[in-house]
């Protein structure tokens, strides 16, 4: 609000939809590169400013020079600045011109009730590839006689559209559509109809490797919950990383940022400072790509995802690039991580790697690696540290505690490094280096 003030006493024209877009998205959109680099350190000094006074609220003595609770070098830039998304989701909804079947990404809130849909032509992050299947696909659905699914409890059926992309020119689409009370016979026309248009009709222009369809009555579904149906071309898509061959479901999670995540896991190969005798523990692994890349360098790979499709995945990726040294387990991992740890008598020095998602890492898992004595080397890879990870920053480095089952040695944070894989927006990737 105090922004509108400021223009409205400057008499500063509105920004147009596309400006406010890129400003939800892409924040720093307007800043060359370096200066947003500079941002971006900043924002993560004051992360670990906070963590030192969150540490030092519970007795550590973790102050480093600039109140820091460690070292932290400057943020590694991305090989790839605009158009460098592999994955882009994008939503259907009213656009500023009151179009209902709009395809594009939200300005507003669902709570204040002023979402708007506004196309993502001039984003600087997305890629043409998938600028171009968003354009076809909402000429597709104003084609439709079946209304776009704004609200659940109020009908309609087109929803949100997934686009991924690799370096080896592969296009994946996924399309999610809610079926209300759709039979069987209708669902059948409205995939062949969606098969058509992008193989033989305009939207064949996209070239597309994978087309998927998936029909949900929830935001978000998992392949468990509903099958994602293929309903043209090949069941993944490929991407080489590293020198390595990936296979790609539809859910399974690969770093938005394909030229970036090669020098991340580079640097935490170096990080791990992994022996030929190390066992590196990999949890959230996904589909392997940090596990398989540094599988050359250690005796062991264990890794632990929960998305099937994803574990499938590694397990294809491993094989077909000969590497067998690698375990993947299936299922969550504050169910399988305690079982493989309680009992772990391997002498071999065991090095873990944790890259969870922004809801961080389960108690249980937290648990489990701080009471495994083997582990004295823990590299945590987070997306947003400023959020639940940090909760798990503190329980890794809390004392000891038998009432909370943190019976294990602390550890402590020893080295920082942001690695930007988001260009244009306020996030980085933080890895942070824990020892004990």
């Known amino acids: 609000r105090g922004k509108e003030k400021a223009r409205e006493g400057c008499n500063l024209p ?9 400003n939800a998205v892409t924040p720093l959109w307007r800043l060359p590169y370096q200066k947003q680099l500079q941002v971006k350190y900043e924002s993560q000094r004051k992360i670990l400013q906070t963590l030192a006074s969150r540490l030092g609220e519970l007795g550590i003595d973790a102050q480093k020079p600039g109140g820091l609770c460690c070292p932290l070098q400057p943020v590694v830039p991305s090989p790839v600045i605009n158009g460098y998304r592999n994955k882009s989701t994008f939503s259907v909804n009213r656009g500023p011109d009151g179009n209902p079947k709009t395809v594009g990404l939200y300005v507003g809130t669902g709570r204040a009730r ?9 984003l600087k992050n997305i890629p043409p590839e998938h600028k171009q299947v968003a354009q076809c696909y909402e000429e597709f659905i104003c084609r439709s006689p079946l209304d776009s699914c704004i609200l659940f409890h109020t009908g309609g059926h087109w929803r949100e559209l997934v686009v991924r992309t690799t370096r080896r020119g592969h296009a994946m689409a996924i399309v999610t559509f809610h079926p209300q009370e759709l039979g069987q016979e209708a669902l059948a026309t409205q995939k062949a109809l969606l098969k058509e248009f992008f193989t033989c009709g305009p939207g064949a222009v996209c070239a597309l490797t994978s ?3 998936q029909e949900s009555t929830m935001t978000r579904c998992s392949h468990e919950q509903s099958p994602y149906q293929l309903l043209h071309g090949e069941p993944h898509i490929f991407e080489d990383l590293l020198g390595l061959k990936f296979r790609i479901s539809p859910d399974a999670f690969f770093q938005v940022n394909t030229a970036g995540a090669e020098v991340l896991y580079q640097a935490v190969g170096k990080l791990c400072q992994a022996t030929g005798d190390t066992v590196l523990l ?4 996904g589909t392997g790509t940090i596990g398989l890349s540094l599988a050359h360098q250690v005796s062991k790979v264990i890794g632990v995802e929960v998305v099937e499709k994803a574990i499938e995945d ?25 079982q493989l740890l309680a009992s772990w008598e391997d002498g071999r020095p ?6 969870p998602s922004r809801a ?3 108690y249980r898992v937290v648990q489990a690696i701080r009471n495994c004595r083997s582990i004295r080397r823990l590299l945590y890879i987070s997306c947003k540290p400023e959020g639940e990870a940090t909760r798990n920053f503190l329980e890794l480095c809390c004392p000891p505690d038998p009432r909370k089952k943190l019976t294990g040695e ?23 280096l824990f020892t004990r």
């Not at 509105?14 to 890129?22: G, I």
């Not at 067998?324 to 387990?329: A, I, L, R, V």
């Not at 550890?411 to 990737?429: G, K, Q, W």
């Open 14 to 22: 509105e920004p147009s939809w596309e400006e406010r877009l890129a």
């Open 114 to 122: 002023n979402i708007v849909c506004v196309k993502g032509n001039h």
């Open 211 to 213: 087309l998927y369809f």
């Open 282 to 285: 990999d949890v959230c692994c």
């Open 314 to 338: 590694a397990k294809w990726n491993a094989a077909f690039n000969g590497i067998s040294n690698c375990e993947f387990h299936g299922g969550k991992a504050e169910a399988v991580l305690p």
């Open 350 to 355: 065991l090095v873990a790697v944790v890259n």
């Open 360 to 362: 961080g890492l389960h």
């Open 410 to 432: 602390p550890f402590a944070p020893v080295l920082a490094i942001p690695f930007d894989l988001f260009p244009h927006t306020a996030h980085c990737e933080l890895v942070l």
